[in-house]
């Protein structure tokens, strides 16, 4: 089986920074790429930055120059770096891979159980 385990969300003032983390780890044979997501009460869940097996990244419009994704391929690992954190970032930040297994060649899409995000004063 797979698992992926975020870690780093918490409560912090506008203006300050999160770093979160999210491991997968299992019968891994292959990962396309990784993700983080949010979803805030009332929202649909949107992608916030990707990275890719190539580590090509792209982003969301509206954390383009403050949020850094980044990743460690030995330890299949991927961060999200959040700097000048706004209150419309409050969330819950969810981990995505798209990755093969020894359970099934052809990638599949995996998520961690999310982790919650509160900007606020």
């Known amino acids: 089986q797979v698992q992926l385990v975020e870690s780093g969300g918490g409560l912090v003032q506008p203006g300050g920074s999160l770093r979160l983390s999210c491991a997968a780890s299992g019968s891994i044979l292959s990962i396309n790429h990784m993700a983080w997501y949010r979803q805030d009460p009332g929202n649909q869940r949107e992608l916030v930055a990707v990275?890719?097996?190539?580590?090509?990244?792209n982003y969301a419009e509206s954390v383009k120059g403050r949020f850094t994704i980044s990743k460690e391929n030995g330890k299949n690992t991927v961060y999200l770096q959040m700097n000048s954190l706004k209150v419309e970032d409050t969330a819950v930040y969810y981990c995505?891979?798209?990755?093969?297994?020894?359970?099934?060649?052809?990638?599949?899409?995996?998520w961690g159980q999310g982790t919650q995000v509160t900007v606020s004063s």
């Open positions: 995505n891979a798209l990755l093969a297994s020894t359970y099934h060649w052809d990638p599949r899409d995996y």
């Open positions: 990275i890719t097996s190539g580590s090509t990244t």
